[in-house]
């Protein structure tokens, strides 16, 4: 993310609107370009002649801030490793030893004993069997300007510029997507800053509010990830509350910060300014945040966002399944010769302080529905809180499939204590179909 000094933002009547920038500038898209070909240029060279290079680009461009902004956040794609064939505090020792036993050490020799600089890393190089320029170089190579940059992005030093290097460069953290090095990179770094510059006013904040209408297990499942207090409610699709999750077309979300706490935890805010990027994985998303200002009377503005702001996520929708009994199920399920479909993570059960996703909806085209949770092969510990969070759960067309290999019982869920399919190494798909077709019950209502 952005530290705050690169952060821009401006406040106005309570509302502090984050100064995104037109990704299709074409001002934005050199600046941009130019950054990362100076980060491809400058694979296996030090640090510190990438900053200076961004430093002078500064420069010759006025928008300090986002060029800086930019090149931070390329950086965070980047790796630096020190690079010395033998420890640099090992060469330095034995330099300043052996220039110590030769003091004084001379520009130019006046008498025939008198020891040159050049002599001593000679020395030094041959008792280490370095050569003179490996000895002076990994003297300091430890120091930050002199780590060379030796990944940008999914370029390596050992891959670029060979035959064997790509055409692509993965700047997402995501397996699934590579990304052009030209239109399309450019298109994701200036994406990335618009969404930085609102992360960064997230780091002053005290509770966000939340509401998404689809891809709630990828939503929740970042929101746990982060840590962040949240209390769920279910709403239509105007976004008002209703009665229960079987009306939901949506959730809504209250997330605590900082202020919740006993004091105000930047760290916490920072988790916050995380999540953010959950949320653009959405096709139709809104927040809204209240920020801590120490220089106002009343303490505090407003950050709005929503899906029409054009954010772009960077983060990962997530793994299609959790485990290889939900994928070998799936891949089974459309091999098979059923009216019933089976749907990933379509449901969402409110919990009070936690939710609870289950692993699959089965739907029949009459309207009947019910919602299965697998309870696979776990650790001793993660089964009870596993089994904890079943025992809320309130819905009779609520089904399990269970391993027999765990140390549990009916008795053990709760409600659902009847509506338990137990299995040895796979679930069969016309055990799961049984199932749905004694505990389905008619929604008027699904999840888009």
Request: hydrophobic share 35%; aromatic share 10%.
């Amino acid at each position: 993310m952005l530290t705050a000094d690169l952060a821009r933002s401006r406040t106005r009547d309570g509302e502090v609107h984050p100064l995104f920038i037109d990704i299709a500038d074409e001002q934005y898209r050199s600046t941009a370009a130019t950054l990362i070909e100076l980060f491809e240029s400058h694979l296996g060279e030090p640090k510190g002649e990438l900053e200076d290079a961004i430093n002078q680009l500064t420069v010759e461009n006025t928008d300090y801030k986002i060029v800086h902004g930019l090149a931070k956040l390329l950086k965070d794609e980047c790796e630096f490793e020190q690079q010395a064939a033998v420890d640099p505090h090992e060469i330095r020792q034995r330099l300043f030893e052996r220039a110590n036993e030769c003091y004084p050490i001379v520009r130019q020799p006046t008498l025939g004993e008198d020891t040159q600089k050049l002599e001593v890393y000679s020395a030094v190089a041959d008792e280490l069997g370095l050569s003179l320029e490996e000895c002076y170089r990994g003297m300091y190579a430890d120091l930050d300007d002199n780590k060379l940059l030796v990944r940008f992005g999914d370029q390596t030093v050992e891959d670029y510029g060979t035959d064997e290097s790509t055409s692509t460069t993965k700047l997402t953290g995501n397996s699934k997507q590579a990304y052009d090095q030209t239109a399309q990179t450019v298109d994701w770094l200036l994406a990335r800053y618009n969404l930085a510059l609102a992360q960064a006013v997230l780091y002053d904040a005290s509770n966000m509010r939340i509401r998404v209408w689809d891809h709630f297990g990828t939503v929740f499942s970042y929101m746990k990830l982060f840590g962040l207090m949240h209390r769920i409610y279910p709403i239509d699709r105007d976004g008002n509350r209703v009665s229960s999750t079987d009306l939901a077309a949506g959730y809504e979300a209250e997330l605590d910060g900082p202020a919740s706490l006993f004091r105000k935890s930047q760290k916490y805010g920072i988790r916050m300014a995380n999540f953010l990027p959950a949320l653009p994985l959405c096709d139709r998303w809104e927040m809204n945040a209240e920020i801590l200002d120490d220089n106002m009377v009343s303490g505090s503005n407003r950050l709005t966002l929503d899906y029409t702001d054009g954010l772009v996520s960077h983060y990962s929708a997530g793994q299609q399944f959790d485990s290889d009994i939900e994928r070998t199920l799936a891949r089974k399920w459309e091999r098979s010769n059923t009216d019933w479909d089976l749907i990933r993570e379509d449901d969402v059960f409110d919990l009070g302080a936690e939710v609870m996703i289950p692993d699959f909806a089965i739907e029949h085209p009459d309207g009947r529905r019910a919602i299965i949770e697998i309870v696979g092969f776990w650790t001793p510990e993660y089964l009870q809180s596993k089994l904890a969070k079943i025992r809320q759960v309130d819905a009779d067309n609520f089904v399990l499939a269970v391993s027999e290999r765990l140390d549990c019982a009916d008795e053990d869920f709760g409600n659902a204590s009847d509506r338990v399919l137990w299995f040895k190494s796979g679930i069969h798909v016309y055990d799961v179909v049984e199932l749905a077709e004694a505990y389905a019950s008619n929604s008027e209502t699904k999840h888009d």
